[in-house]
């Protein structure tokens, strides 16, 4: 089984509005209604003959779509739609990640949708894929993400180990690391993996009720401060722990840091860990192994410290 996307253009008007119709068709009733409802065959050619849209087809089979229409250094998606009987398999997830590509391709800064706040699921869905709401004007909640986002896909917490181990080749004295992701997401496994990579010593575990931990290097390299930002009243208290050590020269890992640890340094990694659901399970293209518990990585540079920095690799 297989599935692929394909760009398209006015030629697949009617392919990607029978797949949008049943859709929509399938969500549940709102006022006022959805736009895409009123789309016609002549109208939906109208839109795909700008920039096109994508086709998923499995195995041969037409499953879902999108409109991309750019505007700006803006890539907006448009009908997003995945046939009713083919969700929870991953197509909505693997549509997003194929339009990030050719937005990346193609120049262009971020993706955006709107979507409607009376669907907390489709919300959530977009948080997901790593869209944060800029504006609300009822019913339509606006969501953008950053392109220059690198996203890896961690099965187990040995994944997640291992790429916390690869960042470690990538990061040097004076860097910062903030990370987020609900309870148990993998942020402390992500650390000990960094340790390891760094060559530190110390048991590295959540530093839920030390605030702070120091692991100085055993290989001549940059010690490693593990700081858990939760009861931290603002980042500024980071100066009254007494670390013994200048983050000028260590690696600093900031959990539970978005929003508030980003007053440590103008470049920084920010690096927020999600746990896959339904929607985003595999579609038999990789055996997941048995007992998996996937999590999606999005890792965002931030600042002049990291341009240039192959974070493809990762």
């Known amino acids: 089984m297989t599935l692929v996307f394909e760009r ?7 392919e990607v509005l029978g797949i949008v119709r049943a859709a929509f068709s399938a969500r549940p009733p709102l006022d006022p209604p959805a736009e895409a409802l009123g789309e016609t065959e002549g109208s939906m050619k109208e839109r795909l003959s700008g920039f096109g849209g994508v086709l998923a087809r499995f195995d041969g089979v037409a499953v879902g779509t999108v409109v991309m229409d750019p505007a700006d250094s803006t890539m907006w998606l448009r009908r997003f739609a995945v046939l009713p009987d083919q969700q929870g398999h991953g197509v909505a997830h693997k549509m997003v990640t194929y339009a990030a590509g050719v937005a990346v391709s193609e120049g262009f800064g971020d993706l955006a949708v709107i979507a409607r706040e009376e669907l907390p ?12 709401e800029v504006s ?7 969501l953008h993400r950053p392109l220059n986002e690198y996203v890896v896909e961690a099965l187990d917490a040995d994944a997640m180990f291992e790429l916390g ?3 470690a080749d990538l990061v040097s004295a004076g860097d910062v690391l903030v990370l987020s992701g609900g309870l148990g997401a993998g942020k402390t496994t992500f650390t000990k993996g960094l340790g390891a990579g760094l060559g530190v010593r110390g048991e590295i575990t959540s530093p839920t009720f030390v605030i702070a931990r120091v692991h100085p290097s055993t290989v001549g390299g940059p010690e490693l401060v593990h700081v858990d930002a939760y009861r931290l009243g603002g980042i500024e208290e980071l100066d009254d722990l007494d670390l013994d050590t200048d983050l000028d020269d260590a690696v600093t890992v900031v959990e539970w840091g978005e929003g508030l640890a980003e007053g440590l340094s103008e470049s920084r990694l920010e690096i927020r860990i999600v746990r896959a659901e339904a929607d985003e399970a595999p579609l038999d293209l990789v055996e997941a192994p ?17 341009r240039g920095v192959d974070l493809g690799a990762l």
């Open 136 to 142: 609300r004007e009822s019913p339509a909640v606006r």
């Open 290 to 306: 048995d007992g998996a518990d996937p999590r999606r990585v999005e890792i965002v540079p931030v600042g002049a410290r990291w």
């Open 8 to 14: 398209v253009g006015p030629e697949a008007a009617a």
């Open 121 to 132: 699921e489709t919300l959530r869905f977009w948080e997901r894929q790593g869209f944060r």
């Open 165 to 167: 181990r690869r960042v």
